[in-house]
């Protein structure tokens, strides 16, 4: 299934990336979740083996959100990562497994003794 988006706003704190589907289903992404997860070979790796857990981002911002072509965008992040080309499907995917996917996170970061927060 392929999942097409009917908005894309970014809102006024810069924390959070409104995405509605033409379907009607709308998510409210944290731009954290945005960060850490963010489909970059930087973050991502080569292998699911090698992805990066990255620690201190529970302020991040958005600065901006960038069209890449029909299918995708390009998320520049307050940190200076701008590499990740969000499509459409992961957008979706991240906004149904949020929950999981934020879960996972803090029990990665809890294992190696790092914090959301900036040391």
């Known amino acids: 299934m392929s999942s097409w988006p009917a908005e894309i706003r970014l809102a006024k704190d810069r924390r959070t990336l409104h995405v509605t589907f033409d379907d009607g289903v709308s998510f409210a992404l944290p731009a954290e979740?945005?960060?850490v997860e963010s489909p970059s070979a930087e973050v991502?790796?080569?292998h699911p083996s090698?992805?990066?857990i990255v620690a201190g981002k529970a302020a991040v911002e958005i600065l901006k959100v960038e069209p890449v072509g029909h299918y995708a965008v390009?998320?520049?992040f307050d940190d200076m990562h701008d590499t990740g080309i969000y499509a459409w499907d992961y957008?979706?995917?991240?906004g149904e497994q949020m929950d999981e996917k934020m879960r996972a996170y803090e029990a990665a970061l809890a294992a190696k003794g790092l914090s959301r927060q900036r040391r």
Do not use: N
Request: glycine share 12%; proline share 0%; net charge positive.
């Open 33 to 35: 979740l945005l960060r």
């Open 44 to 46: 991502q790796g080569h």
């Open 50 to 52: 090698q992805k990066t």
């Open 74 to 76: 390009r998320l520049g």
């Open 91 to 94: 957008l979706r995917e991240l």
